[in-house]
């Protein structure tokens, strides 16, 4: 039962409704969109991503890790291992994170290096693995990237970089009138934190978009309070900056849990010319992955995963 509750909250969190402007959901109103998703069928075939993360501290040597994201089947999005323990985890871990296997290490849509697995272990609901990296790519804390055994995704040139001076500004002009016309209190805007804040250029008209999160919480110290998070997409609009997709949420934390999402990449899954944007999601004791789609002019969350759950 315990392991079904934590489930239940996470799908909650990475679940998110269509929107072009600012918006909030209630927990209530939050319900699991995964359009297309089924679970991964032996003989497990097709395009894998990962997504690759770096958990060391600077100066310290660097702990490469990499989850399974998706496998990309004829159009489908499956769920590489589902919610079933060893028996779906082993067979994957046996093809794919066998030690020495090689895959392309993307950053910003475009390739940037190699990783290179080196063991593999089970989490409470999917597969993980260590790798080394070579390549240019900045991942550390985050800052997170993607890997593929695909060998045309990610074909060009890598597009992110941390923000000038004057994109900085003018979207965080967008980020507090978005708190605010969610009636944020000024002495609560005092405490608001910008989490991973990135530049990239989703689809390739060479203007880049802004994609970034931001939170109010309590202290470090308290795990419980009220906390405020905003997932932010913000294009280019004459001197300033307008939401494409903005996810606000006003709710109290529950044994210090978050529901923040975070920027992990992008890349052109579907080879459409706007690239998809790969989200992490907090959830109660673990995590989860969401993969977000641009259709129609909006952008909506697509496919979701449980990333871990302990």
């Not at 980020?175 to 991973?196: C, E, F």
């Not at 606000?248 to 080879?271: C, K, M, N």
């Not at 998809?276 to 004791?285: L, N, P, R, S, Y």
Request: net charge neutral.
């Amino acid at each position: 039962m315990k392991t079904i509750h934590r489930f239940i909250a996470l799908t909650l969190v990475v679940s998110l409704l269509l929107v072009a402007s600012s918006f909030t959901l209630s927990t209530a109103q939050t319900r699991r969109q995964s359009a297309g998703k089924q679970s991964a069928t032996k003989p497990l075939a097709g395009t894998v991503l990962f997504v690759v993360t770096n958990n060391s501290e600077p100066g310290d040597t660097p702990d490469y890790g990499m989850d399974a994201l998706v496998i990309l089947d004829k159009g489908k999005y499956l769920d590489p291992v589902g919610d079933s323990g060893s028996d779906a985890m082993k067979p994957f871990a046996e093809k794919y994170f066998k030690a020495g296997n090689k895959y392309r290490l993307l950053f910003g849509g475009g390739e940037v290096g190699t990783a290179t697995v080196q063991s593999s272990n089970e989490g409470c609901n999917t597969i993980h693995s260590k790798i080394s990296v070579e390549g240019s790519a900045n991942i550390r804390g985050q800052i997170k990237g993607l890997a593929t055994n695909s060998e045309t995704l990610g074909k060009k040139a890598s597009s992110r970089r941390a923000l000038t001076a004057s994109e900085r500004d003018a979207v965080m002009t967008l980020v507090k009138n978005i708190y605010r016309q969610h009636q944020t209190p000024n002495a609560l805007m005092r405490s608001l934190k910008v989490g991973n804040l990135t530049a990239t250029d989703l689809d390739g008209d060479g203007k880049f978009e802004i994609i970034g999160d931001f939170q109010i919480a309590p202290n470090s110290t308290s795990t419980t309070g009220p906390r405020r998070d905003l997932f932010l997409i913000a294009t280019p609009n004459g001197a300033g900056y307008k939401s494409e997709l903005a996810y606000f949420q006003s709710y109290r934390l529950t044994e210090g849990f978050g529901r923040g999402i975070a920027f992990v990449d992008q890349l052109d899954i579907d080879g459409d010319g706007i690239a998809e944007v790969v989200t992490v999601d907090e959830g109660f004791d673990g995590y989860g992955y969401s993969i977000y789609k641009k259709q129609a002019g909006r952008w909506r969350a697509l496919y979701s995963v449980t990333g871990d759950a302990c």
